[in-house]
């Protein structure tokens, strides 16, 4: 019988295996040709495109992101803490309490700098930028 590390173990080296296994298949199987300059352009409902499919984001969709993975792992670590929680009594309640208080701090913090906004004041103050100088997508080839 297997102890709990050697299961994980086997399960982490049957997963490695199972990814290396796929990737190599996945290379075997694809197309090795040349495609056509078509295959680069962006499709858009059978009209021809008008500029290029690269487009910058703006940088607050990230930081929108990053803060909702942080609160998204703050659930994964409060699930097995809410499992466990009578069976360690008041104990685990002012730990789970600090954590919570830890993340609160940190959301008010980013709300107080205003990084929640998606308008900011200074935003509208700026002159816009001109935009780049895009390539027609049907220069484009590789």
Do not use: H
């Not at 295996?17 to 962006?42: C, D, H, N, Q, T």
């Not at 709300?111 to 200074?122: N, P, R």
């Amino acid at each position: 019988m297997l102890t709990g590390f050697a299961s994980v173990l086997l399960f982490m080296i049957v997963a490695v295996m199972f990814l290396v296994g796929s990737l190599i298949f996945a290379s075997i199987m694809r197309y090795k040709g040349k495609y056509s300059p078509e295959k680069y352009i962006s499709y858009e409902c059978g009209e021809d495109p008008t500029g290029s499919a690269w487009i910058q984001f703006n940088i607050r969709f990230y930081v929108i992101a990053l803060i909702f993975i942080i609160f998204d792992v703050e659930i994964i670590f409060l699930l097995p803490w809410a499992v466990v929680f009578k069976q360690l009594g008041m104990f685990a309640f002012v730990e789970g309490l600090i954590f919570i208080a830890i993340l609160v701090v940190g959301l008010a913090y980013v709300w107080a700098k205003g990084d929640l906004l998606w308008v900011k004041a200074e935003d509208l103050e700026q002159p816009a930028r001109p935009r780049q100088n895009l390539r027609p997508a049907e220069l484009v080839t590789k």
